[in-house]
């Protein structure tokens, strides 16, 4: 690599100890990757072991990540990472505070806490990163973002976003100033920079090998799939009108995929059952609709067998989830976000969750071993060509079972 990992740990510890140097004293850290390869495209993940004294005598560990950007001068000519790093930190900062504050204003005893704690952050150029807690402490663990979710995981997180979006209402009926803000300060970054083009020419590359191999017996599915490749750029550059959405416009989650997610596992009846979630990575956090977020997890985390058996309950999961804690928050969801309207937005939106399974999906089922060096790629031309083979027939199979599905649920595509 381009950039060592020594030179790497050395930029970490000049950033641990300038977040730390007023906190503890006679501290020592460790440090040891925290992330496996193709987990994070937009930075380094590390783990922090620091332990120290506090002024009082004190004996503190704390364990904490610290996610790093990206240093190589051409990932960062194309891809918005100072957006992105400026994003999130604007989340941990700004956003969740409020959707904390709201809740205990409202007098909401089982709050929804789903957010790693952040310890401190730095947007200075070339050193762009975050220090948050380590949730695996916490008893938090990963999946493979590889695999479909099955219906206890995808439940879980259906139900998690309907509060996720009911928070956003809800400041937004209570606060519509400080929703204002969010709405200045949170544009569409990462499909509205230098990286456009190039993921319109993945997702459009991945879409004609799919549209190869349908026969003349599938002409139908075929011809209305065919239409809407056509439509790709004008789909990306519709999440940039937000006047569309009108009064029922709201936060974004942005990058709702199973790698984002952690999980604890505390029901010893089945110990498959997840008991509780946590969010990570809220650098594509924006404004748009509900229905972006739903289609995104959708299009990218589920297979054809899942949707088959449980899509439309999912979408009643969401909906009782949302409406039920935004009622709590003080709102009417009847007014705010009615079920009715969740539906059309989800007919007119779901095609982008689409596109953008078509596209993630390809990397995600990537073995590890051969994952592009995203990082030191010599030019831009051979990295989207890298990321804009068909990975094997699972792919296949699992796009075209989605194509049909969005079909039949009478989606516009």
Known sequence: MTE???KIEEKIRRFVDKSFKNRLENYTLELSRGAEDGVNWLGTMHRVAIKGSKESGEKVQFNLIVKFAPCQPLFRGVLPIRNVYDREIYVYNKIIPEYLKIQEEKGVEDMFNPFAVSYASTMDDGVEALLME????RGFHNCDHQMGVNYNHASIIMRSLGKFHALSYAVKNEKPEIFADWRDACPESFFNSTLYEPIISMVQSLSAAILKTYGDDEAKTRDIFRRSTKNIPAIFKGLLDLDQFGKYLSISYGDYQFRNFLFKYENSADPHQPT?????DFQ???LGTPAYDISYFIGTCTDGELRQAHYHQLIREY??????FLSRLGSDPEVVFPYDVLLDHLRRFSVFGMYIGIWLVALDQKPTDNLPDLHNSADMESLVHNLSVVPNETYIRRMRDLISDYIQYGYNL
């Open 284 to 286: 594509c956090l924006k």
């Open 4 to 6: 060592t990992y020594n």
């Open 276 to 280: 509780d979630i946590c969010m990570l």
């Open 134 to 137: 380590d949730m695996k402490v």
């Open 319 to 324: 909906y009782e989830s949302f409406s039920s």
